[in-house]
Each structure stands twice: as C-alpha cells, then as structure tokens.
C-alpha cells in the first residue's frame, strides 16, 4: 500500500505525502467494516441460493459476485471521501486505496502508467439563479488535459453576473455562450474541445463552474481570469483550483477511450 503512494507520488514533498499518508489511513479504516459486511452479505447469499437451487451457486460464480460487489463498495467509498473534500491529497489517496483493494497482489506491483497522449481542450459550464428565476451568474472554465506531460491546466476562466432576473437554464446556457467565446482565443493547433455539460441535479461532479458562478451572483461582477492570473486570485476563488481534480478525474472516468486504460490518475502534476 504505502510503496503504491510512494510510486504515485513521486514527485510530491514530503508534506504532501505525510498528508496523503493521513488519507490512506481513514479511508482504510471506511473500508475495512464496509468489506468485511458486503463478503459476510455475499457468503450468505450463495448460501441461501445453495438451499433454493434457482441460480448457479459455483464457487466460480460466487467469486466473480463478490468481486463485483466488493468493487462497488470501494468505489462508492471513493466518491463519498471525495464529493465533499476535493484536495489533492484526499483524491490520490481515493485513488491508491481502491486500487489497493480491487487488484489482485503480486510481486512487484506497481501503479501503472500515466499516459494521455492526445492534447484535449475541455469546457466546463454552468450557471443558476436565486430564485429561479432571479439574479444570477455563469461560470466557465477550459481546461488542457494530456500531451507529453500528463497534466491538466486550467486555461481560461469567466465568472459573469446577470443582477437582472434570470431562471437557472438560461444562465447555464450563458455559462456555454461565455465559454465558447473563452474557446476561440485558445489556439487548437488540431486538438478537439468537450463540452461537459451536466444538469442542476448532478452537480457532484461540476463544482467548479458551480463555485464560479456563486462567487458572479455573491459579488454581482463579471470577472475574466487569464492563466497567468492565477496565483493573484481572491481567497474565494481557492476552491475552484481544488474542485479540478475531481471534475477532471470524473470526466476521464466517463470518456476512457480518451486515455490509456492503464490510468490511474491525469493530475498527478497538477498545476
């Protein structure tokens, strides 16, 4: 477990890894009770299957159940360690943990491979309203993921006020327009760009443009913000450089013909 950390943090500090250490350690301890339950349920159930003879009750079967279920559990004790925490650190050690648990030991096990040879141009949009309708903000967001260093960087940002009455549809609509324009000052050079486009019931996994357009309807302002006004941004905007992990990470999760199987996380050298 820890030589899987160290592998996939190689080039963190020490901090870094004491933190992610800490991780590893609570998210260990959600799994252990939650995996012991889910194989007590799973014996328990080929054993009830056993007495009724209605289904194939082999031990091949019984193990490829388990093994489903097992996955399941970890994966959804993933996304809940990491749907209100979207540190860096928590997501790495989401990650090694799961994989940790669900792959089969052997001598010399290594994490595998960042590897995301294709440059992609991503857009994330969203926007909502007090009210529905009522005042309202937009946030958009172009993000590079791949190329030869396997990272993913945020391009452009817009956080854009409409004091006037709104509904939240329309200032997600906005959100797009406001980030198709942000795309055209991006040279593509033959890269494609995404949309990634997702309801006001599914927002888990979009918190970035949802925090940007908080922050249009909170201060009734429109800000543009370049790359290189990164590290001169206001306090609030800190979560939105936190929440890219995990949006990113969600859209390769759903776009895996984008990456090399093997991966097991693009933001390794985040910047």
């Known amino acids: 477990m ?7 943090m190689c080039d963190a500090s020490d901090k870094e890894k004491d933190a992610a250490r800490g991780q590893v350690h609570t998210l260990m301890q959600w799994s252990w009770p939650v995996g012991v339950l889910t194989t007590l349920q ?3 159930w080929r054993r009830c299957l056993y007495r009724v003879q209605l289904e194939d009750t082999s031990v091949h079967r019984a193990e490829a159940v388990l093994r489903g279920r097992l996955t399941s559990v970890y994966h959804t004790i993933r996304h809940v ?8 650190h928590r997501h790495a050690a989401a990650k090694v943990c ?10 010399g096990m290594s994490v595998p491979g960042q590897v995301c040879p294709i440059q992609h141009t991503l857009l994330f949009f969203d926007g909502g309203s007090r009210g529905n309708p009522g005042p309202g903000g937009a946030g958009s967001v172009i993000i590079q993921v791949g190329g030869s260093k396997a990272t993913a960087r945020i391009l452009r940002m817009a956080s854009v006020s409409y004091a006037h009455k709104t509904s939240n549809n329309v200032a997600a609509y906005h959100g797009l327009m406001n980030g198709l324009r942000l795309l055209q000052a991006v040279p593509h050079d033959g890269r494609q760009a995404y949309g ?19 922050i249009a309807m909170a201060t009734q302002k429109s800000v543009q913000v370049e790359a290189a006004d990164m590290s001169r941004l206001p306090f609030c905007w800190t979560p939105v450089l936190e929440f890219r992990h995990g949006d990113v990470e969600h859209w390769l999760d759903n776009n895996p013909d984008m990456t090399d199987s093997g991966r097991p996380s693009l933001l390794k050298g985040v910047g």
């Open 2 to 8: 820890w030589q899987l950390l160290d592998d996939f």
């Open 98 to 107: 799961v994989l940790a648990l669900t792959t089969v030991a052997c001598a």
């Open 42 to 44: 799973g014996i328990w």
């Open 81 to 88: 360690a990491t749907e209100q925490n979207a540190s860096m």
């Open 196 to 214: 990634n486009f997702m309801d006001s019931s599914s927002t888990s996994f979009n918190k970035m443009v949802d925090h940007i357009a908080s």
